[in-house]
């Protein structure tokens, strides 16, 4: 059995074969995964199919790509939304720097917002980071002890991660660790703590080797997982083991 922690099995590239999809995530004995929200819709969406299937936890959050019109009141929705609905976290939510970089405060002000929601209803925070590590870095330290936290599909550097797992937070790696080219990422999977590490695919983005450039789905998140068992030269089923305790552990998994 194998966990993934980050799936976004609403979207719409699964419209025409979600069911099948979400067979061969049984098939390939993956035995939980966390659907994550990033918008006022997904949020829903997760939530719907998290009710249509046991083994699937939704979370809620607001993507920092959608800063620009995230008013006051969404804030206060998307708490309404975790009072009033069971999630096991909030996010995906964080600093993107890649797609609009002149709106770093009110990025800023959002990704704050949610850090508190988190820490108010004691619930882990998944953080999306893209070229903006030092930003994030800055914030999380402000709330160092306080706050549970996952840096998702993380791409940084393994100096980094270190900083990230002495606040607290544990690491995930997604698909980019599987690539041939991928230097940083292999080097993050070698030295994270085992108790600090998670997998996640990030469908349907970022497929792993050899599905690099396709749809990616949960079933592949094993890929990931063997790619970690051989980089760290331990046994896959141990690993296996370990990160599904995180998980667990982390998201409180029933
Ligand atoms: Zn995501």
Not at 68 to 76: A, G, K, Q, R
């Amino acid at each position: 059995m194998a966990i993934d922690t980050h799936a976004h099995i609403f979207d719409a590239q699964f419209d025409e074969d979600r069911i099948d999809v979400i067979n061969r995530l049984i098939e390939a004995k993956i035995k939980k995964a966390v659907v994550v929200g990033f918008s006022k819709e997904t949020n829903v969406l997760a939530l719907n199919l998290a009710k249509e299937h046991a083994f699937l936890y939704p979370t809620a959050g607001l993507h920092p790509s959608e800063a620009n019109e995230i008013t006051e009141s969404d804030i206060l929705d998307l708490e309404k939304f975790i009072n009033d609905n069971k999630v096991y976290a909030i996010g995906e939510c964080g600093l993107d720097y890649y797609w609009v970089n002149d709106n770093k405060e009110k990025q800023k002000w959002l990704f704050t917002e949610q850090i508190k929601l988190a820490i108010k209803y004691d619930l882990p925070l998944i953080i999306h980071c893209r070229d903006a590590v030092a930003d994030v870095y800055e914030i999380l330290k402000e709330y160092k002890g306080k706050l549970r936290f996952v840096m998702h599909c993380y791409s940084g550097s393994s100096e980094m991660a270190v900083e990230f797992v002495k606040l607290g937070g544990m690491i995930s790696l997604g698909g980019p660790v599987t690539f041939k080219n991928a230097k940083a990422p292999k080097e993050v999977a070698k030295i994270v703590p085992l108790d600090r590490l998670l997998i996640e695919t990030d469908c349907p983005y970022l497929a792993p080797h050899p599905n690099r450039g396709k749809r990616n789905e949960p079933s592949y998140v094993r890929l990931v997982l063997n790619e970690i068992a051989t980089l760290r030269e331990i046994d896959s089923d141990e690993l296996e083991e370990v990160l599904d305790q995180n998980s667990i552990n982390f998201f409180k998994l029933d």
